[in-house]
Structures are given as C-alpha cells and as structure tokens.
C-alpha cells in the first residue's frame, strides 16, 4: 500500500500545474510593467477607497493583473481582477458628499 497515496490531497493542483501558473502570472505583471510592489501599492488604495463605502472581508479579498482576449480577437489584454467579498455596506453621509 502506498502511504504517501493517502496523504496526498484529492485534488490538489500539481506542482508542475501551479509552476505554470505562476510562470504566467511573472509574464502578465512583465508585459504590463506592474512589478509586484506596484501591484500591492494598488491593492492598498483599492481597499482604502471601498473600505469608505463598506465593510469588505480582507481574508478573502483577491486582486490579481491577468490577461483576457481582446474585444477585436487579436489577441489578449491585460485585466486587473477584483474579487472583493462584501460583507456589509457602511452609511455614508450624503450631505457631506453634495457640499463637496
């Protein structure tokens, strides 16, 4: 009986899998000249901004620059992704907004 057979996760991705999609991800960041610090510095102010108008669930937050096809198929485009959990909406003061 193998051993390592059984701790081994259902459907757990391989590591070659992952390696590549990492890979992709350095590429993406690459042809769009984001480097990782540029990535997080926009993440911050995403968050800072949303945060003002509700309470957003920070450990499942996902935001990631990756490439979809481009709207004439000529190729594919780079795409920043949000994935942003909400879990409530904050009362925002609308008075303070309309003098502004």
């Given at each position: ?7 081994k996760?259902?459907?757990?991705p391989s ?6 999609d ?5 590429l ?14 926009l993440k911050?102010d ?6 003002n ?5 920070n450990?499942?937050l996902?935001?990631?620059?990756t490439?979809?096809e481009?709207?004439?198929?000529n ?7 949000a994935?942003?959990?909400?879990k ?13």
């Amino acid at each position: 009986m193998d051993l390592f057979h059984l701790l081994k996760k259902k459907n757990a991705p391989s590591s070659g899998s992952v390696a590549k999609d990492r890979l992709k991800l350095v590429l993406v960041h690459d042809r769009v000249n984001c480097s990782s610090q540029v990535l997080e510095m926009l993440k911050t102010d995403i968050i800072k901004v949303i945060s003002n108008y509700m309470e957003i669930d920070n450990d499942e937050l996902d935001i990631q620059i990756t490439q979809t096809e481009s709207d004439d198929k000529n190729g594919t485009v780079p795409v920043l992704y949000a994935n942003i959990p909400i879990k409530s909406m904050r009362k925002v003061n609308q008075d303070s907004d309309a003098k502004s």
